[in-house]
């Protein structure tokens, strides 16, 4: 059995770029503790540390922000807790010296057992790897930069009419079912990095048609067919986009593809990706006065030979979307495969676009309308020429159609990170949705509901003005109607990012059968909730599946070595149940669900 440790999870959970100010900064507010210390720091003390410690040369505070947009936006801002800490006050209540040492080697400031750094890696479980190569004048650059935002009083709770917080929103744990998925290794994705994560796996997906074939993406650009246990490479999208980008990481790159279920017939293929902010014009945009830092494209591939095993043939452009930070992009698109030929719903494209890290950087009002694209599920016609820049179509059948000032596109909204859409057996759409600090969620897509963004997170009220890791108990005289709330959601106690899965319907596991299948992307733990349970209006109860690899009960971070083994689930070609980790890229087949002893 692996056993975890800090200095080698903290090398591996994120791509370097991004961990320069990870999550070390939200337990230095208010109280330092360093050097095995443990005390407040004074105003007259606060006022000290910044004028003494921290440039305020122009020159060197442009530099600062260059690194710090670069580096660290996709992960910090001045206004909310997001991926990582707000930063507003930091300066004025730490040490630089300290901040200086953490950035340059924080594995051996937790491994001396420094109190502070201890502590931020028991709370976010997601730490920086040492930077001694970064020259100490661009941390003391950035660290100027972020004392310029710094705010110096606190302004007053914009939430006091929302009542008390709610410091556990579900106090119920999610109890262990007593069964266990017994594991059996197929193969190791190939490396795309030197460093972790080896291979950004991210979604699979089967091609059905005359030939069934299995699929599986990696986010820096390659999109494999497996072909007994192996991965053999069908699409290098760098190859065919120059402008492709898979850096900052936080699901930026290569992120989705789904085959027209005409495949076999018209070659036709869709997929995701990221290129820089400005890259060319957007079809969905907003002011200039908000920073575009990436853009997500949507392009349509027709191959050749769609029989063939390598991509042929050319492609086009759908859509680009503007972005103002790297997270919560375009990570779905998929097509109802219950759909039948001539019905409503064939062909027609469902593609899930986050809030783009909008709500945190203080821009809500992109996300919380329906005359928006951020935070919905679109759905299109790709083979359709009606849209605004003619090269997709609306259905006619979408719910906001006909609604002034409204987005056609628009299926349903209200998502901050609608990740996975999948389809039940019995004709359900599921929509799972990444929380901000809270809760995870697992909805039931209708056409035209709002599911709440950023008002609500899961089953609470959440204030986007206020403090967004603050959650608070719903209004008694909330119209029934107004927002439509997950089925399925769990908090913070237990995961912090949901990764969605499928409804199990093959014979050869039977105890599986109608569960849907699910996990948690940060901690690697494996769930399932019934699929007769999923109902509007109730909650089903979430239970907890063991794994067992050689007879030994393991888990995920066991298996990988790391905290965070960036766990993902995949349904193969006879609905076989995968799971697979980003951290290693290793890929293990379930071939069994047994009682415990």
Not at 110 to 119: F, L, N, P, T, V
Request: hydrophobic content about 35%.
């Amino acid at each position: 059995m692996k056993i975890i440790n800090p200095t080698a999870f903290i090398s591996s959970v994120y791509p370097a770029k991004m961990l320069i100010f990870i999550s070390f900064f939200t337990a230095l507010l208010g109280v330092t503790s360093y050097a095995g210390e443990n005390k407040t720091t004074s105003k007259s003390s606060q006022k000290r540390l910044v004028e003494d410690e921290y440039s305020t040369d122009k020159k060197i505070i442009t530099k600062g922000q260059i690194l710090f947009e670069n580096n660290c936006s996709a992960c910090h801002n001045f206004l909310q807790k997001g991926i990582g800490p707000e930063l507003s006050t930091v300066t004025t209540v730490v040490p630089s010296e300290w901040l200086k040492k953490f950035i340059q080697n924080a594995p051996e400031m937790i491994s001396s057992g420094d109190a502070r750094a201890s502590m931020l890696f028991d709370e976010y479980k997601q730490v920086m790897p040492a930077f001694t190569t970064l020259p100490e004048a661009d941390i003391k650059a950035i660290m100027s930069f972020i004392n310029s935002k710094r705010k110096t009083e606190t302004t007053a709770s914009v939430s006091s009419h929302l009542g008390t917080p709610v410091s556990n929103p579900i106090p119920k744990k999610i109890e262990k079912s007593g069964l266990h998925l017994k594991l059996d290794y197929l193969t190791t994705a190939p490396p795309t990095a030197a460093k972790l994560p080896l291979a950004r796996i991210n979604k699979m997906l089967k091609l059905a048609g005359a030939k069934d074939r299995l699929f599986i993406v990696d986010l820096r650009g390659k999109l494999y067919e497996i072909i007994e246990n192996q991965l053999v490479e069908f699409m290098d999208i760098a190859k065919e986009i120059p402008e492709f980008i898979h850096a900052p990481g936080l699901a930026t790159g290569f992120g989705n593809f789904a085959f027209h279920p005409d495949f076999y017939r018209n070659g036709l293929f869709y997929t995701t990706h990221t290129e820089k902010g400005k890259a060319a014009t957007p079809d969905f945009g907003y002011a200039d006065s908000i920073k575009v830092t990436l853009q997500w494209v949507l392009r349509e591939w027709k191959m050749e030979n769609p029989n063939a095993n390598s991509f042929s043939g050319k492609g086009r452009e759908l859509m680009r979307v503007n972005m103002v930070s790297p997270i919560h992009g375009v990570q779905e698109i998929t097509f109802n495969p219950l759909a039948k030929a001539g019905s409503a719903d064939y062909g027609l494209l469902y593609i899930g676009v986050g809030d783009g890290g909008a709500t945190e950087n203080g821009f809500a009002f992109l996300c919380n309308d329906k005359t928006h694209v951020w935070s919905s599920v679109l759905r299109i016609n790709p083979l359709g020429k009606n849209s605004k820049n003619g090269r997709y179509g609306i259905p006619a059948s979408n719910p906001f159609v006909k609604v002034k000032g409204a987005v056609g596109e628009v299926y349903c909204r209200g998502f901050r990170n609608p990740n996975r859409i999948i389809w039940t057996p019995d004709g359900k759409m599921l929509i799972t949705d990444i929380g901000q600090t809270q809760i995870e969620e697992i909805n039931i897509g209708k056409p035209g509901a709002d599911y709440g963004w950023p008002e609500r997170e899961g089953t609470f009220v959440m204030n986007a003005r206020g403090k967004m890791n603050l959650v608070y108990q719903l209004p008694k005289n909330e119209p029934p109607t107004k927002y439509t709330y997950p089925v399925a959601q769990y908090d913070h106690d237990e995961g912090n990012a949901i990764s969605g899965g499928y409804v199990y319907s093959s014979n050869s596991i039977p105890s599986l059968k109608g569960k849907y299948v699910f996990g948690d992307i940060a901690n690697g733990r494996i769930f399932y909730v019934e699929n007769n349970q999923l109902r509007i209006g109730q909650q089903a109860t979430i239970h907890e599946l063991e794994l067992m690899l050689d007879e030994k009960l393991i888990t995920l971070r066991e298996l990988t070595g790391h905290a965070k083994p960036d766990a993902r689930l995949g349904e193969g070609l006879n609905g076989e149940l995968y799971i697979f980790t980003k951290t290693d890229g290793k890929i293990y087949k379930v071939s069994a669900c047994m009682v415990n002893e």
